[in-house]
């Protein structure tokens, strides 16, 4: 008898489900028309949409229109997840929102050999749903719970980054009526979500209005695929393109397996056969009207930059930036926009895509630019040249941030174009606007700071060399190989070089010695000098001309910062010529580029002189008058990240700052990587110094230096000498590090600890010198007995001060 109450049940429930219309169920609802039709009924806060199209492919995205605000977080207005092809598919009552896996492949007309592939690795069933009415070839689905779901993994995100331990709550969660659209090729659904958690770290409770509630602006996207007529282009490595990757296993056995497609928009000629041509579709940016009227016509003209890189491959007006007209949706996919976005710090700006995950073509630029980075160049503008005399204007600096503006334009829509980082591009004259550039700052004949040629203007010749390889159209396959091969062997003929972010480039470990972020120049170390003598320079003139009138004093703090520190990243570059090498990607058969070598002895001892400068305590410690002149903070203004770390509480704190610069130089000279290849160099070629000599010198200029007699610049040297020792145990104390790294650190430790106790016996020595020495001693001591373990987060670090 239960049985067959249950079967009944069943059957009615069936009965019901399918027996009722759309029509009928939507009656009173309101209706939106596009890629996929959608239903709303705001009284109910539900939005229906309708599927008509089971196991068919789209894209599906999520991405933030409305964000936290805090760029250490990342959670910024605009930002994109990745991309995931998925198809609805329906089994029952109910609908399933499917995603392929698009790594491993089969490109076969064999369909068992398809199938086969596709069996082999797991897909993912992103959602379920029920079904709500029907037609005869449409089914109606409630999409609401989706859209108030943390498909953007929000609070993963901010968990990772320790901020917190935040949940959903749906009861403060809702739709977004009028934000719910569809469009011929994409449907739009946002939702406002919002978190709730207990234990929000310090970048929440810098942004948020209540730090234990969060609420933001999440978007999913369904976008229609591109049609079958995009041929991709397979990737080189020597060529700047970002590509996608996918394993294929129906490549023949003496095939790579792995193929590689660059990623690009789709551009055709409209007359495939003349030498120059109108695109049948030109690519189109739309510049964010909301942003500030100069900054808007600084970005579109940079973004313009790009059109001469595609007359080179043979294009014209195919490439085109615009003011984002009344009326225009950015959310529409037809559109590649650039977003200009407020958050509550200065931060990285992103060109992000829409792509087709199966070919690598790109859908849609997605540019997100931060409005607080114009404002860091105008500080760092005004921190060398103290724009604010009487006859004196900011206009230098406000030129200095309309270039880097223009450049930044370039530079992320050049992402959204499919390129990537080139940081070796500023040693051939800012060739590439993907590369991050340092403003040049220089010393004229009479002695003053000029900014007045601190950004190139213009597209370089690696963008156009680079558009020309990936979107210049031929007229078949034959042609093509011969064509793209003779593109890039002219271009490293010439000259020209392209090393990658990543090991190569980024960071105090990354190896190449001539790609670095934010450097300039063809000679690194002599760039480094250069910068050091712009420093001495504007140290010397710094003063109440870097202020406005009406400032407080103690806002110099925040100016001085970034020209305290200001070589800090040429020094880094300098310092990955120490055990550094040289060297492009090598391809057999492909004579584009030198053998790998080693940077030469002469080189990495000359960068060592050139680093080690930097922790002198005439480098490192500031005139007194500038020392006298900042107070504590003013009522009102606090201190920040961007302001100096200091032990003093509010007083200004000469020794703070300057352990900061030398806990980011030593990073540099003691990063375990370095001294590892410092030591696999020397035992390879004994030309090249050892380790031990290595360790030896740096310790000679910093815990074993000549004493000074002037009391500031005494105490700088100690600090530094403190840092020295701190970097050392923490590199004899790591799991991580190679033995013989560790192994001849410790020894010098030893060794150390031996020397100081004889110094403190000097009876002529300061009181000073004597207490910090004994100090010394007892850390080493205290070290090796295993009562103290060093931590990065015992010194003071360096504040943010990227020219970004």
Do not use: C
């Not at 080139?422 to 550039?437: C, E, L, Q, W």
Request: aromatic share 10%.
């Amino acid at each position: 008898m239960l049985k067959a109450f249950v079967a009944f049940t069943i059957i009615l429930l069936t009965t019901s489900a399918s027996g009722k219309s759309i029509g009928d169920f939507t009656d009173g609802m309101g209706k939106k028309e596009g890629f996929y039709n959608l239903y709303h009924d705001n009284n109910q806060g539900k939005v229906y949409l309708v599927v008509d199209r089971f196991q068919e492919d789209f894209i599906y995205k999520v991405s933030l229109p409305g964000a936290l605000g805090s760029n250490d977080v990342g959670l910024d207005r605009g930002q994109l997840g990745g991309t995931k092809l998925v198809y609805f598919d329906r089994v029952g009552l109910k609908v399933f929102l499917h995603q392929k896996n698009t790594r491993f492949i089969a490109t076969s007309n064999n369909p068992r050999e398809v199938l086969a592939a596709v069996d082999a690795f797991a897909p993912s069933v992103v959602w379920s749903f029920d079904v709500i009415a029907q037609d005869k070839d449409k089914t109606l689905i409630d999409i609401t719970e989706l859209m108030m779901s943390d498909q953007h993994q929000s609070a993963s995100k901010i968990k990772r980054r320790g901020q917190g331990d935040f949940s959903l709550d749906q009861a403060r969660s809702y739709v977004n009526f009028d934000k719910v659209k569809t469009f011929p090729k994409n449907t739009e659904l946002e939702s406002t979500v919002t978190f709730i958690g207990n234990n929000p770290g310090d970048y929440i409770r810098s942004v948020a209005a209540n730090p234990n509630i969060i609420t933001l602006r999440q978007r999913l996207s369904f976008v229609e695929l591109p049609d079958d007529n995009y041929r991709p282009r397979l990737f080189h490595p020597a060529m700047s393109f970002n590509n996608t990757q996918v394993i294929d296993f129906a490549t023949p056995t003496n095939k790579p397996i792995e193929q590689r497609y660059i990623s690009r928009h789709r551009l055709e000629k409209k007359n495939p056969n003349a030498a120059i041509s109108e695109a049948v579709k030109p690519i189109v940016y739309y510049i964010d009207s909301g942003a500030p009227e100069a900054i808007r016509s600084a970005l579109r003209d940079g973004v313009q930059w790009w059109n001469q890189a595609f007359e080179t491959a043979g294009f014209k007006n195919a490439f085109q930036a615009k003011i984002m007209p009344e009326g225009m949706d950015p959310d529409d996919v037809r559109y590649n926009v650039v977003n200009w976005v407020h958050r509550s710090t200065r931060g990285w700006s992103y060109g992000s895509s829409v792509k087709d995950p199966r070919t690598g073509e790109i859908i849609k630029g997605h540019v997100t630019l931060g409005s607080l980075r114009s404002r860091q160049d105008f500080m760092i503008a005004n921190a060398v040249i103290g724009p604010f005399a009487d006859a004196k204007t900011t206009k230098e600096s406000i030129e200095l941030v309309l270039a880097r503006t223009r450049q930044l334009g370039a530079h992320e829509v050049g992402h959204t174009l499919g390129f990537a980082h080139n940081y070796i591009a500023s040693t051939n004259g800012d060739s590439d606007v993907m590369d991050y550039p340092h403003p040049q700052i220089t010393v004229d004949a009479d002695g003053n700071i000029d900014i007045s040629k601190a950004y190139a203007q213009g597209i370089g010749e690696w963008n156009k060399i680079a558009v020309n390889w990936g979107y210049r159209q031929f007229s078949s396959p034959e042609e093509e190989a011969t064509g793209l091969k003779t593109i890039i062997e002219d271009a490293y003929a010439a000259g020209h070089q392209f090393i990658a972010d990543g090991p190569d480039s980024r960071g105090s470990s990354s190896l190449h010695a001539d790609s670095h972020l934010w450097d300039f120049g063809s000679d690194v170390l002599k760039q480094t000098q250069e910068l050091y003598k712009v420093r001495r320079v504007a140290i010397s003139k710094f003063g109440l001309d870097n202020i406005p009138l009406g400032t407080p004093l103690s806002q110099l703090e925040e100016v001085l910062v970034p020209l305290y520190y200001l070589p800090r990243f040429q020094i880094n570059a300098t310092s990955k010529s120490i055990g550094g090498m040289l060297y492009g990607y090598e391809i057999k058969g492909e004579n584009l580029v030198p053998r790998h070598s080693v940077v030469t002895r002469e080189r990495q001892d000359a960068a060592t002189d050139i680093v080690l400068e930097a922790l002198s305590a005439d480098y490192l410690t500031l005139p007194s008058r500038i020392l006298e002149l900042i107070p504590p903070k003013a009522f009102g203004y606090k201190l920040t990240k961007e302001s100096f770390p200091r032990d003093t509480g509010a007083a200004f704190d000469a020794l703070s700052m300057a352990e900061a610069h030398a806990n980011s130089t030593l990073s540099l000279l003691m990063e375990p990587s370095r001294l590892a290849r410092i030591n696999d160099q020397n035992i390879r070629d004994v030309g090249q110094i050892s380790l031990d000599r290595y360790i030896v010198k740096v310790a000679g200029k910093t815990i074993l230096a000549k004493h000074h007699l002037h009391p500031l610049r005494a105490a700088v040297q100690r600090r530094v000498g403190y840092v020295f020792v701190h970097h050392m145990m923490m590199i004899a104390g790591s799991t991580s590090a190679s033995p013989s790294v560790t192994a001849m650190t410790a020894s010098h430790l030893n060794g150390l600890k031996l020397i100081l106790e004889n110094k403190i016996s000097n009876e002529e020595m300061t009181r000073e010198y004597k207490a910090f020495y004994q100090q010394q001693s007892h850390r080493i001591e205290q070290f090796f007995n295993g009562k103290y373990e060093p931590n990065a987060d015992e010194i003071a670090p360096i504040p943010p001060g990227e020219p970004i």
